[in-house]
């Protein structure tokens, strides 16, 4: 090779070099190994039953003084440790409004606050009702509405998921919507939860937390009662003015945790027994047709068979419900943040595993993936309605599709 060529390809390389580094760096991060003797310790601290003044809080005063339950797996348990929770272990959330009704006729509504009625308490006078917070709550509007537990198999793909991408199904379903020659307004549009620190929402059913590690704290916090660090522990609204000590547990004890839910193996897509995997396919294949598909993407970036777009819908009046723990703070001004998520907004639950998570939907409504499908409303409903007009052998196959979709199994 002359020398000239050699020189012209040196320099080719030279220009080109921080085109690849630019191309590389656009790439998600490579996932990160999980710390195996963390998600050991963190097993344990899932599985234990926390008390007041429990040993493993030598700071603070352990479980409480208001709870849910006692432990991470009292919950999380169907289909195996990390599972979705029965209807019986579903959470109330409440939100207390003020509604006044404008010169204009309009009536509006004000949320003032939002959190958890707790199921139980350490001392009796820290108990709390709903007959107590509406005492406590004069001229305020309140309602309660339950949410399930869901399951936590797969969440370590779903917090290694980049913001980009879940971005880019927002764009797409834009351009999707705009691209519809006719009945546009039936396309479903999803947005993404954009929080305080520019991050985007992805777990909860109101899509308020951007990390799984956030979420384990709030957890912590909200469910057991166990403050750390990051999360306050939960307050008995039914008598003010008490402080725990100190922390229940360490960031490094939550840290654990998180390594723990990361270590749990993914969803597994599965024919059940006795279904030819035929039948299995054309569901799925039926699943696309009608539109489900549309929300509950199969696919999220490098993240295979999550079927979840991550983005917050408008299911109508019939899903309206609000309040959760953690809900994102009221933003600065000057954050670029979208605005919370309304009543009527769900992120679009991921549907690996679904087969082992009964009861469905945010409150649990639905006892058999059927019901589910005939419980979707507003932007749910052209596929609900296409589903209803498939032949009963079709909706068959659909919902045999679903049954398909797994959780771990036991190895
Ligand atoms: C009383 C039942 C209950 C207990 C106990 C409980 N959870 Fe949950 N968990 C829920 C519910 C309900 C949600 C959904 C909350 C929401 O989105 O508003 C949830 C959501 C989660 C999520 C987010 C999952 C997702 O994909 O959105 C994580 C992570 C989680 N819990 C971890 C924990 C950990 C860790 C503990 C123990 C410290 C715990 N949970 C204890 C009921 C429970
Ligand atoms: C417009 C977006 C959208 C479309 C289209 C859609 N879904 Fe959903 N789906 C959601 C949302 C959002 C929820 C949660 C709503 C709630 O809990 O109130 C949900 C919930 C579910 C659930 C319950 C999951 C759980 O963990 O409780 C199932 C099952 C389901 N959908 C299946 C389907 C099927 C099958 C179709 C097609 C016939 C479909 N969905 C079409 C957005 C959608």
Redesign the pocket.
């Given at each position: 090779m002359s020398r000239q060529l050699l020189g012209g390809l040196a320099l080719c390389a030279a220009l080109a070099a921080p085109l690849t580094i630019k191309a590389f760096s656009a790439r998600p991060p490579a996932p990160k190994p999980i710390d195996v003797s963390a998600a050991e310790a963190g097993k344990a601290l899932f599985l234990h039953e926390f008390t007041a003044n429990d040993p493993l809080c030598p700071n603070g005063d352990g479980l409480g003084p208001v709870f849910n339950a006692k432990s991470c797996v009292a919950c999380h348990r169907q289909g195996g440790v990390g599972g979705s929770g029965p209807q019986d272990a579903n959470v109330h959330a409440f939100i207390a409004r003020i509604i006044t009704c404008g010169n204009d006729g309009i009536v509006r509504a004000n949320t003032q606050k939002s959190g958890l009625i707790h199921n139980a308490a350490t001392r009796p006078d820290f108990r709390e009702t709903e007959e107590i917070l509406k005492a406590t709550s004069p001229n305020l509007d309140i309602h309660v509405t339950e949410r399930?537990t869901?399951a936590l198999f797969g969440a370590k793909l779903i917090d290694e998921i980049t913001d980009r991408e879940i971005l880019a199904n927002e764009r797409a379903q834009q351009l999707r919507r705009g691209m519809a020659v006719e009945g546009s307004d039936r396309v479903?549009l999803?947005r993404a939860v954009r929080l305080v620190g520019n991050r985007i929402g992805r777990f909860g059913?109101k899509g308020q937390t951007a990390s799984l590690s956030d979420f384990v704290q709030a957890a912590c916090a909200n469910e057991l009662g166990l403050g750390n660090p990051n999360q306050a522990q939960a307050q008995s609204f039914a008598k003010a003015g008490y402080t725990a000590p100190g922390f229940d547990l360490s960031l490094e004890q939550c840290d654990q945790m998180t390594a723990f839910i990361q270590s749990l193996p993914r969803p597994e897509e599965l024919a059940p027994p006795d279904v030819s995997s035929a039948d299995v396919e054309r569901g799925r294949a039926l699943?696309s047709k009608?539109?489900?598909a549309?929300?509950?993407q199969p696919d999220v970036g490098r993240v295979t068979g999550i079927y979840s777009d991550l983005l917050l819908?408008d299911?109508g009046q019939t899903?309206s419900a609000g309040g959760s723990y953690n809900d994102p703070p009221i933003p600065d001004p000057d954050e670029f943040v979208s605005a919370p998520a309304k009543q009527s907004e769900?992120?679009?639950?991921p549907?690996w595993g679904?087969a082992d998570?009964a009861p469905?939907?945010?409150d649990g409504r639905?006892a058999t993936?059927e019901e589910?499908?005939r419980a979707?409303t507003g932007?749910?409903d052209p596929?609900?309605t296409?589903?209803t007009q498939l032949a009963l052998e079709e909706q068959k196959q659909?919902v045999l599709f679903?049954k398909s979709l797994r959780a771990p199994q036991p190895r």
């Open positions: 399930k869901p479903p999803g059913w699943f009608v539109g489900c549309e929300c509950h819908h299911m899903l769900w992120r679009t639950p549907l679904v998570a469905y939907m945010h639905a993936l589910a499908i979707h932007q749910g596929a609900r296409a589903f659909l679903l």
